[in-house]
């Protein structure tokens, strides 16, 4: 297992807990570059132990508040604190950036892996940033190619891996200083299923150790699989902020049925399918009607055997679409 | 704590912050290199060799001896002693081009260091010492063949040899800039072709800077290549240079500006 210094405690104390710090709290971030706003006023906060899901259209402002939390870009306005686990006074970014990082773990969306080094050597030379020694390298670098399951792939190259291995030999690298929060830009982009399953699953077992995460994706069942906590970024504004779930159902009818097929489009405006949804919405080929109860739509639907339909429960999905819009952004 | 009141961005020309993080940078760069050392050496001390021998013994059986602040010096050693210079200059430009940039641009390996406890200035500063080290490296080994070949035998060569160390350094910083501007490998290109190539002719390495027309040698006065030869050349002959701290000043006030500017483009380019 991958070393975590999580010690929560395990019992609550009598009197009326002080909720811990959040790990990292951050508070009306602003960032303009000439007269675009790519940052508008966005305040989040990470607690011990839970994983931040930041989901947003592309030009949204998540890469480059992730940017700003790593001090590598200066917000206009704004603050970024990190409290450390075991105590001690806060830490201000950009000013601690450096003791900050000590305590942190990044996974960018491209990989930063040394070309000429093998598994374990990236492993070692990272660690050796961090102030890493031999002795305690040579006990953890074990530990985590096995965590990444790339024990067997110690001397190999990053060009011999599969793009699921290099992303787990980014993810086993970020980990060699047993970070308290991982910062993770799209950690699964362009990987196939079962290279996403057990990235998600190593990622859950950090979690459960303890190991704070705060994830940016385009996969709203990534999202919704790994975050306890979503924020919705829009035009660098915080849209919505809640639980997967809760921000479902405060926001969206409980059903979809999607219709498809040949003159599906008409039976948009049918007098007797439209009161049946509480909202319907088009997009492209295939008409969406959003309703509580699905059956008396379903029943309607039957009678008209060439169409085709799809029954399920609204998704993250749905409301990523419904609160960023169906459109292709231009910039996108 | 400072929430909703502007915040100045830090100044790009504020004082480098520099530490002992460097050394892991520099480490990661000799680990990578020692596993192609053996063949790098082949291609490091082949070209200069080759100059010196094409040139010094041939050209050097037409011109004979030169004349040097009025002592007569063998061509070969004239040649040897401007062309090690060159070489430092030549192998710190091309690591802290065309490496650095790999390192930088294509590879992004520096991003991945700047995701840990080690500024961006640090990392600068170990790509300038790193390049260096290439040059000392390569200046070294071109020193030891030239001892073999019994070009020069003086013991000032011992104070040479970290003069070259310093020429390296400069070198580097000045082409951390370029690096620093660079869009492409291609960019590059320029640079060897108006800043080396020039300095290459007209610092005095292949023939004394006397022959050139007065302004040209006004302006190769303040070159830094021409600064380095005039530090070396002395030493090869068993004399001290004769403008020493003018030289030698030149040399780390270049050094210091050039860092100081490539850090400042440096570190606009990762802010951006």
Known sequence: MVPTDAAAPSTPPLAAPLAPPPLLDVSGLCKSYGSAVVVDGVSFAIAPGECLGVIGPNGAGKTTTIRMCLGLTAPDTG??????????????????????????????????????????????????????GRALLDERIPQLLEFAALSHKASAKPGELSGGMRRRLSLARALVNAPHLLLLDEPTTGLDPQARHLMWERLQRLVQGGTS??????????????????????????IAEGAPRALIAEHLEREVVEVYG????????????????????????TVFFYTQNAHPLLDVLLEQPQLRTLHRPANLEDLF????????RQDA | MNTGE?????????????SRNWWPVF?????????????????????PLMWLVAFGYGMGALVGKLTVHGEPVPYILFLASGSICMSAMNAASFEAL????????????????????????????AELLWAAFKALFTVTAILLVMLALGISHSPKLLVAWPVLLCVGVMFSAIALIFNALAKGYDFFTYYFTLVLT??????????PREQLPPLVRAISDWLPLTNAVELVRPLFMDAWPQHALQSGGTLIATTVLAFWVALALTRRRFEA
């Open chain 2, 98 to 125: 065309y490496s650095a940039f790999s390192r930088m641009h294509v590879q992004k390996t520096w991003e991945g260091i700047m995701n840990t406890p080690i500024s961006l200035d640090s990392v600068l500063l």
């Open chain 1, 79 to 132: 603050s970024i604190h990190y409290h450390p686990p075991a105590g001690g006074a806060p830490l201000a970014m950009p000013r601690d950036a450096l003791a900050i990082k000590q305590q942190l773990g990044v996974v960018t969306q491209f990989d930063t892996l040394d070309p000429d080094f093998n598994c374990s050597e990236n492993l070692r030379v990272y660690g050796r940033y961090f102030g890493l």
């Open chain 2, 6 to 18: 502007l915040t100045r961005p830090p100044s790009l020309w504020r004082a480098p912050d520099l």
């Open chain 1, 262 to 285: 040949a003159g599906a489009l008409a039976w948009q405006h049918d007098a007797r399918l439209a009161p049946l949804a509480e909202r319907i919405e088009v997009s492209g080929e």
């Open chain 2, 27 to 47: 480490l990661r760069n000799l680990l990578v290199w020692r596993k192609l050392a053996i063949p790098s050496l082949v291609g490091n001390i082949a070209e």
């Open chain 1, 213 to 238: 995460i705060l994830l940016t994706t385009h996969f709203m069942d990534e999202a919704e699989r790994l975050c306890s906590r979503l924020i919705v970024l829009d035009h660098g504004k915080k």
């Open chain 1, 321 to 328: 679409l419904k609160l960023t819009g169906r459109q292709i």
């Open chain 2, 198 to 207: 020039p300095q290459m002719f007209l610092s005095g390495v292949f023939f």
